[in-house]
């Protein structure tokens, strides 16, 4: 007991934030607070006691053992990968459900003001964290006949989720807006959610057109790689010309390979294909280049691939986008 008796402060952390959380709408708001912040601090405090608490136990070191012997397993990969695929689809439809039940819960109830700030607060999570979400649900490792193969199925997922993250951030503002504006001045709802639709529909076209715009692009950018490198393939040799032509070529299609598809932050977009990826692409396509006549079965490889990339772009063309 004596040596164990400090993994108790870790569950009186988790005891006190209740606490503390359901006297925050009552009279001992101030006690309530400091509760909550005490809870905080024996959470993090009691944490690193927890460490190691389960390492000996026989049924955990059995568990683990089966999950590292199938976690390799081509067939449980892609068990996984469609399980993640699977709920990052019903979180998606979950997300549109929910803001259409807002959507009638405030048609029905307008002036339950209150209540529709935590449904607020909860729509700009979704606006934060689905991205993230959808990043994550992406397979790890995947193959680069996966990769090819799923490359238009990766970009409809990223447009699908930025689209419904963004129109989860406008309609946050909206929701922001009608708790500021209803008790005071409710003429003004109507022009701020026509504002606010509008908002939403332009910028789902814009990432839309933008998609397009770059898919087109792309497709544009492999059909010119193509062409150089069968300039020097049937010819037989390589010139220096011949040479940096397919070399500026490449560059144009790594640029676009590397560019978000779905908005124009890196950090929170998705390319078209992982950077990884791009960068092996890149040196097999420039090996190709400097020994196309050595190595016919690498180059074929490489238009193999290129022509992937390029299928996998041609349902989104619009070359007036």
């Known amino acids: ?101 807002l959507l009638a819960r405030i048609t029905q109830e307008p002036d339950h003001v209150n209540e529709h700030l935590e449904h607020g ?13 959808a990043q994550a649900a992406e397979p790890k490792d995947p193959s680069k006949e996966q990769l090819l193969e799923q490359m238009s199925d990766r970009t409809w997922r990223a447009l699908i989720t930025r689209t419904v993250a963004n129109t989860a951030g406008i309609y946050f503002a909206g929701v922001l807006i009608y708790i500021l504006v209803f008790s005071s001045r409710p003429s003004l709802i109507v022009p701020a959610a026509v504002t606010l639709g509008g908002a939403a529909v332009a910028t789902g076209h814009k990432t839309w057109t933008r998609s397009r715009k770059l898919s087109t692009q792309l497709y544009r950018n492999i059909q010119i790689l193509e062409r150089n490198l069968a300039v020097i393939f049937d010819s037989g040799e390589r010139s220096a010309e011949e040479r940096d032509a397919a070399l500026k070529s490449w560059d144009a299609v790594e640029l676009d390979l590397l560019t978000s598809v779905d908005t124009g932050y890196a950090l929170f977009g998705t390319p078209f294909l992982p950077a990884k990826a791009t960068t092996d692409l890149r040196v097999r396509v420039e090996k190709a280049i400097e020994a196309f006549e050595g190595n016919p079965a690498a180059t074929k490889e490489v238009l193999d691939d290129l022509g992937k990339i390029r299928e996998a772009c041609s349902g989104r063309i619009d070359s007036v986008a």
């Open 121 to 133: 607060t909860v729509l700009m999570a979704i606006w934060a964290l689905l991205p993230l979400l």
């Open 1 to 101: 007991m004596r040596a164990h008796w400090r993994r108790v402060i870790f569950p009186a952390g988790a005891v006190l934030i209740v606490w503390g959380n359901g006297l925050y709408d009552t009279a001992q708001r101030t006690t309530g607070l400091i509760l909550f912040v005490s809870g905080f601090a024996l959470l993090f405090c009691g944490r690193r006691f927890w460490h190691g608490f389960a390492n000996n136990w026989r049924t955990r070191k059995r568990v683990q053992r089966w999950v590292d012997q199938k976690r390799d397993e081509p067939e449980w990969k892609h068990r996984w990968g469609r399980l993640k695929l699977t709920t990052w689809g019903l979180v998606v439809f979950g997300v549109v459900l929910y803001a259409w039940k």
